[in-house]
Nanobody, 127 residues
Framework: QEQLVESGGGLVQNGGSLRLSCAAS????????MGWFRQAPGKEREFVAVRSAADIHFHYADSVEGRFTITRDNFTNTVYLRMSSLKPEDTAVYYC????????????????????WGQGTQVTVSS
């Protein structure tokens, strides 16, 4: 069973930046779209960003467009989420997820489309 390993969460001030990391096995990483989701207290988990296995297609939630950047390192099999201009409403547990597919331009955005998940990392933005 694939286990994605996340790191990089923490406490940051309003307007600050953080970078989250998520490592996967080579087999999973090279055949998967990699995404990030988040779940705030009392809310459902929501889509944040996704990048295709081909590493040229990507999509962001409207709430983070222009502030967050998702990238892949195909040598270390790691996906990153660079978060800038953070707001208190970005406070949530952030989850990394992998969606294996035979199509390297696959760009899923829904939870059921993702097969493997990380354990989550807490991001707290203070006002």
């Amino acid at each position: 069973q694939e286990q994605l390993v996340e790191s990089g969460g923490g406490l940051v001030q309003n307007g600050g930046s953080l970078r989250l990391s998520c490592a996967a096995s080579a087999r999973t990483f090279k055949t998967s779209a990699m995404g990030w989701f988040r779940q705030a207290p009392g809310k459902e988990r929501e889509f944040v960003a996704v990048r295709s296995a081909a590493d040229i297609h990507f999509h962001y939630a409207d709430s983070v467009e222009g502030r967050f950047t998702i990238t892949r390192d195909n040598f270390t099999n790691t996906v990153y989420l660079r978060m800038s201009s953070l707001k208190p409403e970005d406070t949530a547990v952030y989850y990394c997820a992998a969606a294996p597919s035979i199509y390297n331009d696959y760009l899923p955005k829904s939870e059921p489309d993702f097969t493997f998940w990380g354990q989550g990392t807490q991001v707290t933005v203070s006002s």
